[in-house]
């Protein structure tokens, strides 16, 4: 009953959707604000009809309906209560049921705003997107399906993702994947209005913002699971699946710096829209990636051709209808102010260039795999190597222009000021240089560098933010001139520090660490960069739907002894799965990690342990990152707020 | 002219666009191996440092073997190597190994420690033997006919199951035919 009640909700779902699809437009052509208003009310219904879907599937998990086959499949009885809950999106019907949540949650973000036909048209593309994805949910994923005779018991939740990471990683990924439904429907509706403006810029920053940092934290959790729940002691794999979460950010981090431009200067429009419908087109090939199995990585969970075929479908008819109307309207857009290279707008073509090459070269070796078995029928992998060597070199370019950029004035800048004025941040970064190749050689002396100029990136936008609050000149004041700042110029430079800091954690964690691996014992002690763990005892434990096998080490760093740490191998009998839990014991300034494998014949336990320095520093930069996107989309203050609008009705 | 380049990303996208749906009829999980029916590649090893039996392509042909590539590195062939001690010690043909990409002396260290199948193990130290066999990762198994071509192609670790179910039929398949 319960799974009928929501089946028949996304049915209505699907109908409000469609009518959000239609109605505004013709409001909007009409110029009538009520036929418009009514794509509000459809907005909302289909968010309470989505969440009501949402809410039966999560009843019929936590009552374990084995009649439904999508419990029987993901869940089990035994299954902890929490992971039957979270097991609702741990699969694909379920993730994409709260994928249109999501979206319909966006959607009706859009209703809430100012009436007016950007809003108008924007809710229609938005729910044209909800129309189809709802459809795909009904006809080829659809979670309520029944099965008769009803099963005895389920075949339980892939154990990898019965974990705390993933309870929140993908509803994150989902918030960012898509939140950039917004401001792709925003670009639709700035293109057929033939408007794309302060006005536009002002209404669709917020949305890009939200997207942007949900996908910031979502990447963070991801990066973080596998980093303690794989047991390979790494953070970033260059997996297709992690790069399909990759170029969206990527794409939307160039977003964010143009559609600055668009705001202050007038100018980027046409790119800045291409940005915009380029961001979600490439959520939407993440959606594809990972749901057809074009690809093949551990985290297809759902290998389906079939479906593939309808994503396929979706993708040609948004991508393909977004890139005709670009190609037929974009030529409208006019440009409004002249240009200087050395400016801050300058600056920002710069980071965009660079940015979207990166998002480039991840697409083509991400897909390079594909391009090969179509053209040749040969089967290759196209591994982190590759994207090392080309990513960190972009990635360099891209801090070296980071700290000139932050420091330029918007129309006119002097690029020689603009170093001039950054030369405290070239000093420390030097004095970083040398303090890390002192202490890592003899490791790769590119990864010391790199630190160096993520020093200048991050150094350069506190100089500005320094000189701005007039730290140095009238310190006095300088509290109160933080309250005056702009926040989008605060969030900026909080961003910037934190992608100075992940770049730093990258190369600890990446680079300079070091590990060891042998064979042990109980007594047996395994030592890496100071630190020397001894086994202790290694017990076999029953969980409530997994038997483990309890390594405990007893720690000491330096000769100083330290509380002991725990490594777990779980075996999950029903999927015949096994998974580890390594032993992680985080400082400021790096881990000492251990993980656990099999136990050979009289051997003993293979064991490997690394010592990672800096990991923490990557999680805390993304934290930064996220932060800097919230100060950033915090509405400014009122006084402000009254002043731009003053300005805005001046007609371009 | 400035116009045409707005048509750029939509011919950019159609051409994906087609390339994923022709992608999208290839199973993602098959790998071929090009190499199947194909006579072994010819290569000449030096032993491993701490042995002296080392490998050659002419030491093979001859009699149908098994080509195990495998490294002290590499954590599915430790899982793979029991299996592979009782092949050696129940069944009736030449196993030999390739060690990949190994530093000298741990391939001999792994080998005193879980155990020797091999009869022969060529050390492929810099992986050129391993590219002409077209392996992707460690452990691959080849099985080798009488005539000195590739017969079959294991990806990952040869499980018992495995072994049972396609390659132990396939041996004695290929010891018939070659009369042994």
Not at chain 1, 172 to 177: E, R
Not at chain 1, 248 to 257: E, I, N, S, V, Y
Not at chain 1, 526 to 542: C, D, F, K, M
Not at chain 1, 625 to 646: E, N, Q, T, Y
Request: with cysteine; charged share 15%; proline share 5%.
């Amino acid at each position: 009953m319960i799974a009928e009640l929501g089946n028949f909700a996304l049915i209505a779902a699907l109908m409000a959707a469609l009518w959000q699809a239609v109605f505004p437009l013709i409001g909007a052509v009409r110029q009538d604000h009520a036929v418009g208003a009514g794509s509000t009310n459809s907005a909302l219904a289909q968010l309470a009809l989505i969440a009501f879907a949402f809410g039966c599937l999560t009843i019929v998990f936590a009552q374990s309906d084995f009649s439904v086959v999508n419990v029987v499949q993901n869940s089990h009885s035994a299954k902890p209560f929490i992971y039957k809950l979270t097991g609702v999106w741990g699969n694909h019907e379920g993730s994409m049921l709260l994928w249109v949540l999501i979206l319909a949650a966006f959607g009706a973000a859009v209703a809430m705003t100012r009436d007016g036909s950007l809003k108008f048209i924007t809710l229609a593309a938005q729910g044209a997107i909800a129309a189809a994805f709802i459809a795909f949910v009904l006809f080829t994923s659809n979670p309520f399906e029944r099965m008769l005779p009803a099963a005895a018991d389920g075949m339980d939740l892939n154990p990898l993702l019965q974990d705390p990471g993933l309870i929140i990683h993908p509803p994150f990924l989902y918030l960012g994947y898509v939140g950039y439904s917004v401001t792709f429907a925003f670009a639709i509706a700035g293109l057929i209005r033939g408007r794309i403006d302060a006005e536009w810029a002002r209404a669709v920053r917020p949305f890009a913002l939200a997207a942007w940092i949900f996908l910031t934290i979502g990447i963070a959790i991801g990066s973080w699971w596998a980093y303690y729940e794989l047991g390979w002691g790494g953070f970033w794999a260059w997996d297709p699946v992690e790069n399909a979460s990759f170029m969206p950010w990527l794409a939307g981090t160039a977003f964010l710096h143009s559609v600055r431009v668009v705001e202050k200067r007038g100018a980027l429009k046409v790119w800045t829209v291409l940005l915009a419908i380029l961001a979600f087109s490439l959520s939407l090939v993440g959606t594809f990636l990972v749901r057809s199995g074009i690809l093949t990585s551990v985290h297809a969970f759902a290998v389906d051709p079939e479906r593939g075929l309808f994503i396929l479908g979706i993708l040609a008819l948004a991508i393909g209808g977004a890139l005709t109307l670009f190609a037929v309207r974009a030529g409208k857009l006019q440009a409004e102010g002249a240009f200087q290279p050395a400016s801050r707008e300058g600056a920002l073509i710069v980071n965009n260039v660079l940015l979207v090459t990166m998002t480039a070269t991840v697409f083509i070796g991400t897909f390079y795999p594909l391009f090969v078995d179509v053209l040749t029928g040969e089967r290759l992998t196209v591994g982190a190597p590759y994207f090392n060597a080309v990513f960190a070199p972009l990635t360099i370019l891209l801090l070296f222009a980071m700290a000139p950029g932050a420091v330029l004035a918007w129309k006119k800048g002097r690029l020689g000021d603009a170093f001039k004025q950054a030369t405290p941040a070239a000093g420390a970064a030097i004095v970083v240089i040398i303090i890390a190749l002192w202490m890592t050689w003899p490791k790769s002396a590119a990864a010391a560098c790199a630190a160096g100029l993520a020093v200048w990136a991050g150094g350069g936008a506190l100089i500005e933010f320094a000189r701005r609050i007039k730290l140095f000149s009238a310190p006095r004041g300088s509290l109160a001139h933080i309250v005056g700042l702009p926040r989008s110029f605060i969030g900026m430079t909080i961003a910037h520090v934190g992608i100075a800091i992940v770049v730093v954690g990258a190369m600890g964690a990446g680079v300079w660490r070091t590990e060891s691996v042998r064979l042990m014992n109980i007594g047996d002690v395994i030592s890496v960069s100071g630190y020397e763990a001894t086994l202790s005892s290694v017990n076999e434990l029953q969980g409530p739907n997994f038997v483990s096998e309890t390594a405990i080490f007893t720690l000491a760093r330096n000769g100083r002894q330290l509380a002991p740490i725990v490594a777990e191998r779980r075996y999950y009998p029903v999927r015949q799965m096994q998974t580890t839990e390594a032993a992680i014991r985080t400082t400021l300034f790096g881990d000492f990690y251990l993980s656990v494998g099999e136990r050979q014949t009289n051997a003993g336990w293979a064991v490997k342990a690394w010592y990672n320095p800096l990991v923490f520093w990557l999680w805390f930069g993304a934290g930064l990152l996220a932060m800097g996107g919230l100060v950033a989309a915090l509405p400014a203050p009122v006084r402000k707020r009254s002043s731009a609008d003053a300005t805005e009705g001046v007609p371009a | 002219m400035s116009r045409l380049f707005l048509y750029l990303p939509l011919l950019l996208f159609v051409l994906l666009a087609a390339w994923f749906a022709i992608g999208l009829r290839h199973d993602p999980s098959r790998i071929p191996s090009v190499l199947i029916d194909q006579p072994l590649p010819a290569f000449s090893l030096p032993a491993i440092d701490g042995r002296d039996n080392p490998l050659s392509s002419d030491d093979i042909v001859g009699q149908v073997a098994l080509v195990n590539v495998f490294a002290s590195w590499c954590i599915p062939c430790a899982i793979e190597h029991p299996q592979l001690m009782k092949v050696a010690a129940e069944e009736d043909i030449l196993i030999t190994g390739v060690n990949w990409k190994e530093r000298p002396g741990d391939g001999a260290a792994w080998l005193r420690r879980l155990g020797d199948p091999y009869a022969l193990i060529g050390d492929d130290a810099d992986g050129r033997v391993a590219i002409d066999f077209g392996v992707t990762g460690a452990p691959e198994t080849f099985i080798v006919d009488a005539k000195g071509r590739i017969r079959y192609k294991q990806i990952g670790p040869i499980t018992e199951q495995i072994w049972d179910a396609d390659i132990k039929p396939l041996v004695e398949q290929l010891q018939a035919e070659a009369g042994q």
